[in-house]
């Protein structure tokens, strides 16, 4: 994370006495990135966060992935998706594959109920709220998120999510870290003057997270995900049990109607919305501005062909003027992998001309190594979108 934070009670040093009102020593948590050799956040908690008293396997429930292939354009209705098999629902176990590949896995949730503690310890999480809202109580403090926030999660954070209602949730999982794209900051983590979001635009944990009064405190089962599969871990004691911490290394919320879009005379490329990157993969925010001023503009992308990389959309608010007519509508992923070259509907172009805004929000995935589909992709696909440039379905 590009700034530091102090939340609750620590010491003036660092690794020195730091005792309760009791008299006894808090336990410090060096939670680091790469070792010791970058961020880091140190938490200093009332009870060991060593002490487990039990470790067991639990079945994961993933999925297997499916090749796109035969190699075609994809469009899927998220809008379709219900809960699996289930009347409700949590954001971690009820968490459905859509796509996946090495670096990556994309899921969909609809959270209706509370999830079990969970550490995600292959990677750092990124969780969009596509609708509804809820509470993220994670051993940093407690986070609100609603419509719009994006949610990073640093690898190996202890959390669970609290919907308020129904919360539809999109989710990245990956297999190393997210952050700000290095671009926009400077060599000491300051966001630079041509980012399109800053620091004031991050909400971070305010104060330590308190278990609730009718939770038990001993014996709490933690649901871990690690390079194996998951695991299920009991400990001695709450991992809420934090007093308080401080560092450059802890979960934070950014919305994306704060985030400032870049524009020019005409058509930008889609490097101006970038929002974060992650290993082989970068995440962009498409959202509400306007548009190319060039007199003899075309507004909408020019037909492009990504050879080093998958394009996954997003389409969360307004209505996305190059892909009328497609059959693309709010909660729908389009799909267009190397290897196919993509562009604006028939007619999209020409409509668009004189334009002066658009009203859209999408969120883009371009991923650098192929994706592969899982099985609440293929449960909610759209077999006709790949044609819906020719309007000519395959001869039988």
């Known amino acids: 994370m590009p700034y530091y934070r102090s939340v609750g009670e620590i010491p003036r040093k660092r690794h020195t006495q730091f005792r309760s009102p009791e008299g006894g020593l808090y336990a410090e948590e060096l939670m680091g990135v790469e070792g010791f050799s970058s961020d880091s956040a140190l938490l200093y908690h009332r ?212 985030f400032e879009p870049i524009t020019g005379r005409v058509h930008q490329p889609p490097p101006v919305h970038q929002t974060f990157e992650g290993p082989n993969f970068v995440v962009c925010s498409f959202c509400p501005r306007k548009v190319d001023y060039h007199p003899l503009a075309v507004p909408v992308p020019y037909n492009h062909a990504n050879v080093d990389s998958d394009e996954l959309m997003f389409y969360v608010g307004g209505d996305y003027e190059a892909r009328k007519g497609s059959g693309i509508g709010l909660g729908s992923l389009s799909l267009h992998p190397s290897g196919f070259t993509h562009g604006p509907q028939p007619g999209a172009a020409e409509a668009s001309l004189g334009a002066e805004r658009f009203d859209e929000t999408a969120v883009m995935v371009d991923t650098f190594r192929p994706l592969e589909m899982g099985e609440a992709a293929t449960s909610c696909e759209d077999s006709s979108y790949a044609w819906s440039w020719s309007g000519r379905p395959p001869k039988e």
Not at 71 to 88: E, V
Not at 89 to 111: E, H, K, P, Q, Y
Not at 148 to 168: I, K, N, W
Not at 173 to 197: D, N
Request: charge should be negative; include cysteine.
């Open 47 to 258: 009870h060991l966060p060593t002490a487990i008293v039990n470790a067991e396997v639990v079945p994961d429930h993933r999925g297997t992935l499916t090749p796109n292939h035969p190699l075609k354009p994809r469009h899927f209705r998220t809008q379709d998706l219900k809960p699996d098999g289930q009347p409700a629902g949590d954001a971690v176990t009820g968490r459905r594959t859509l796509f996946g590949n090495n670096d990556v896995t994309i899921c969909f949730a609809i959270a209706t109920e509370p999830s079990p503690l969970y550490r995600n310890a292959a990677g750092d999480e990124l969780i969009y709220v596509q609708t509804g809202s809820a509470t993220v109580d994670t051993i940093y403090g407690a986070l609100d998120i609603a419509d719009g926030d994006y949610l990073v999660v640093p690898t190996s954070t202890t959390y669970r999510v609290r919907p308020h209602g129904e919360a539809r949730l999109f989710v990245l999982e990956a297999g190393g870290h997210i952050g700000p794209p290095r671009r926009y900051l400077s060599t000491r983590g300051q966001f630079l003057e041509h980012s399109p979001y800053c620091e004031r635009d991050l909400r971070g944990p305010v104060e330590p997270m308190v278990p609730a009064a009718d939770e038990p405190t001993s014996d709490v089962p933690v649901l871990v995900r690690h390079r194996a599969g998951l695991t299920r871990m009991t400990y001695a004691d709450h991992p809420f049990d934090v007093v308080g911490w401080d560092g450059c290394l802890y979960p934070w919320v950014f919305n994306i109607r704060d």
